[in-house]
């Protein structure tokens, strides 16, 4: 079975750094590319950045300067470094990979369960 398992989220203090991991798992062949989304209370899901297996990266413009995302391949794992963090980068920060290709087949659109990361002011 495929999973993605997010690690890392917390509380940190505005203008502090956090780090978060996430690691792909079970009979995995290749994957296309890997993201980070996330969620705040009572808002909808938005893109934070993602990465392809080639290291190519987007992130969304609120985020641009301060977080970056990365990949070891060799692992399926991919980082975000979150740096001057800002209150209202609180919310829950899933995991995401549009496609992996497994031993069975394709799995497309996986998810992680989420990890929290709260800044306080």
């Known amino acids: 079975q495929v999973q993605l398992v997010e690690s890392g989220g917390g509380l940190v203090q505005a203008g502090g750094s956090l780090g978060l991991s996430c690691v792909a798992s079970?009979?995995?062949?290749?994957?296309?590319?890997m993201g980070w989304y996330r969620q705040a209370s009572g808002k909808q899901r938005d893109l934070v950045a993602t990465?392809?297996?080639?290291?190519?990266?987007n992130y969304a413009d609120s985020v641009k300067g301060r977080f970056t995302i990365s990949i070891d391949n060799a692992k399926n794992t991919i980082y975000l470094h979150m740096n001057s963090l800002k209150p209202e980068d609180t919310a829950v920060y899933y995991c995401?990979?549009?496609?992996?290709?497994?031993?069975?087949?394709?799995?497309?659109?996986?998810w992680g369960k989420g990890t929290l990361v709260t800044v306080s002011s």
């Open positions: 990465i392809t297996s080639g290291g190519i990266a």
């Open positions: 079970g009979s995995i062949v290749s994957i296309n590319s």
């Open positions: 995401n990979t549009d496609k992996i290709q497994t031993t069975t087949g394709f799995i497309i659109n996986l």
